[in-house]
Every structure is written in C-alpha cells, then in structure tokens.
C-alpha cells in the first residue's frame, strides 16, 4: 500500500541519517514525506471530518492571532513554514486507520530503533558518526544515526510499538524487541522518554487480554534472567543522569521566554518566531548555545498568547480523544488516553509537537489492532454474490412451481 510506504520511506531517511550528509533542504523533504504519507492514508482510508474542523480552526485562530500582535520583530515567514507543524499532527490523527494499518506502522516502528543501532555501528566502522556521544559532564549516551534525544524519541516509540504488538499479537520476535528497544531507550541516558514509554508498556502488558495470567507473571522473570545484565549495563547512562539531575541550562531559557510571554500575554509574539529569535549571550551560554525552547507549554504561551496556548491545547485534546473513541471504542480509549498524557508530560521538557520522532507517539495511540472501521467488501466477493443471484432468478424463470 502506497502510504505506508511513504511511511517507510520517512523512516528509513531517518534510521540512515541522510540529515548527517547535508543534504540541502533535508528537514523540509523529510516533513514533505510524512505529510505525503498523511495525505495519501486520507485518500484511500478517508478522514474524520470532525478532526480537520479542528485542524482548521487551530490554523485560523494562529493566522489571525498574528495580525494583533504588536511584537516589533514578528515576520510572516515563520508562521506559514510553521503551520506543518499542525498540518502533519492533524492530518494522522484523521485517518481511519484499520487493524492492517496499525499491524503494519508498529511493525515499522518496533524494527526502526534496532536498525538505526545497526546503521550506526556501521558509520562507526567507517569514521563517519559515532554511535556514541558523550556530553560536557562526561556520560556516555547512545545516539544511532542522530543525536541522542532524537534516538530516545525513535526508542520510545519502538518500545512502545513492540509493546503493543507482543501483548496483542504474541510473537516471540516482537518479545525479543520489546527487550532490544528498551535496553536502546535506557542507553540514550533520555530520562522523559523513558519516564513516558516505561508506564505505557506495563500498563499494556498488565491489562493484556490475549496474554493468559502464567505468561504475565513469567515474562518478567524471564526478562529478568536473559536481559537482567544488559538491561542494567544499558541503564547506566539513564542513572548517571539522573544523579546530576538539573534542565540542562533550560530553566534559565524558560525564564527568559516566560519574562518575553508576559509582555505579550494576549498575542504572543507570533507562531513560530521564537525559533528565529537571537538570544542574550548570557541565555544561549547556559544551554551550550542550543536556543530550541525544549518545552512546548512555554513556547506556545510566548508564540500565541496564554489564551491561544490554552485554545490550541484544549482544541488538540478534544480532536485526539474524539479520534480515540472512534479508532478503538471505549476498549482501546485508556490506553490512548495514558498516551495522550504522557505526551503532554512530554511535551513539558521538549519540543515534541513539531519533532517527527516525538509526535508519531500519538499516531501510535491511535492506533488499534482490533479497528472498529469496517474492512470494504471485496469486489470478488460482490461479483459472486451477483452471479448467484442471476442464477437463482433465471432457474426460477426456466422453472416456473405452480403455486
């Protein structure tokens, strides 16, 4: 199917970190591909309406917000290359996906941490990108073909993935990558990923109800004896960063766009224009001169005013529960509903909204391998049914029963 191999496409552009060569205008043709995919998942599964009312209502409120605002600096460019951002979110959360759909994304995703592990011990081999990275206080983080808290994004969601497909469809390679993904997750050192997949993963696994009770009390024992030690080594980075503890720097940025947010409460400065902002040299030294916000709330609030943040999260919170409840019924509606929290705890310490690796965590949400959207008959199918009852009607005109 077209889409989902536009899907893979994205992903794979991902796991060989072909943003690594630089390539120019690589971001905006990595977006394209997941908006492509998007669209093409409309045309041949079709849209809930309801969701793209909302996708356009959060579009127009962010457009004419801009007009109002007084920020001297405030440039239009920003916010249209910035509108993706929603588009792309909106535009998966519409779909209706089906059980083929949702087997074939978490396969996608359950494998992609895994391979990026490969491809990144390759690049090693050849000098090209090390597979680890190492930070300014000194802990070793694991980081694939990309950096680490990227890496942490695909893991999160490939242990999440793997997850979703050993507990609903029991195989023991998913099992086997439920184990390889976390140990992944755990050596990026990403404390909020894991804080995020960890959770969702037991919950799946306790509330299983294909896996029968012997299964649920045995796996994490053997988990435990086949895994324990990796599992523990891989753990390190996680536990190193943990004990320095801190934002990393963030709390000063924060500060900093919170004193800007109030100036400019009602309005905001303008979609997207934080990220073009230049920073007081005094701010960009505290975070090692990344100047990305890494906490949407905040950003929202300087960009769209308090009001807007408020809109835009409410609107957003509505369109994914709405999408929920119609994806997987009041069955599949916890978990999505676990996920949707967890994103927005997410969301708190990064840039997750706008970032392909993080917001694919709520296309996962979504998705249900017992789909409630009724599969099409298949035209094979149509075709015999007709000729049975031409039959029928021209043996009853050939032999007439006296009544």
Not at 51 to 70: E, K, N, Q, R, S
Not at 361 to 381: D, F, I, K, M, Y
Request: net charge positive; glycine share 8%; charged share 10%.
């Amino acid at each position: 199917m077209l889409p989902r191999a536009i899907l893979l496409t994205g992903y794979l552009m991902t796991a060989f970190g072909l943003g690594l060569f630089d390539i120019p205008y690589y971001n905006i043709a990595l977006r394209a591909v997941f908006v492509a995919a998007a669209i093409g998942f409309i045309i041949i599964r079709g849209a809930r309406p309801f969701v793209l009312g909302c996708m356009m209502v959060t579009i127009v409120y962010i457009i004419i917000i801009a007009f109002f605002t007084p920020y001297p600096e405030f440039t239009w460019e920003p916010v249209i290359f910035g509108l993706n951002q929603v588009l792309t979110v909106y535009l998966f959360m519409s779909v209706r996906y089906n059980s083929e759909d949702a087997a074939r994304i978490f396969a996608i995703a359950s494998w992609m941490p895994l391979l990026m592990f490969v491809v990144g011990f390759v690049y090693t081999l050849a000098r090209f990108h090390p597979l680890f990275s190492q930070t300014m206080t000194g802990i070793v983080r694991l980081q694939g073909t990309s950096i680490p808290a990227f890496y942490a994004g695909i893991a999160m969601c490939g242990t999440f993935a793997a997850t979703k497909m050993a507990v609903h469809r029991p195989q023991a390679r998913y099992v086997g990558l439920v184990l390889i993904n976390l140990m992944i997750l755990l050596a990026t050192g990403a404390r909020m990923p894991a804080a995020v997949a960890i959770p969702l993963c037991i919950i799946l696994f306790a509330t299983s109800r294909q896996l029968p009770a012997k299964v649920k009390l045995g796996f994490p024992v053997f988990g435990a004896v086949i895994a324990g030690g990796p599992l523990a080594l891989a753990a390190g980075s996680l536990f190193s960063r943990l004990e320095t503890g801190g934002t990393s720097g963030r709390d000063v940025m924060w500060d900093y766009i919170e004193l800007l947010a109030h100036d400019y409460w009602w309005t905001g400065v303008g979609f997207m224009q934080i990220l073009y902002m230049e920073f007081p040299h005094e701010v960009a030294v505290q975070v090692n001169g990344i100047t990305a916000v890494h906490n949407d709330f905040i950003r929202l609030y300087a960009e769209i005013g308090m009001p807007g943040m408020i809109l835009f999260y409410s609107i957003l919170s509505i369109a994914y529960l709405y999408a929920a409840n119609k994806s997987g019924g009041w069955r599949n509606l916890p978990i999505s509903t676990l996920t949707y929290i967890g994103f927005l705890a997410f969301s708190w310490t990064d840039n997750a909204f706008g970032t392909n690796e993080y917001y694919m965590l709520l296309v996962l949400g979504l998705l249900n391998l017992e789909s409630t959207v009724p599969a099409q008959r298949q035209p094979e199918q149509a075709v015999r049914f007709r000729h049975s009852w031409l039959t029928q009607r021209a043996f009853a005109q050939r032999y007439p029963i006296n009544r």
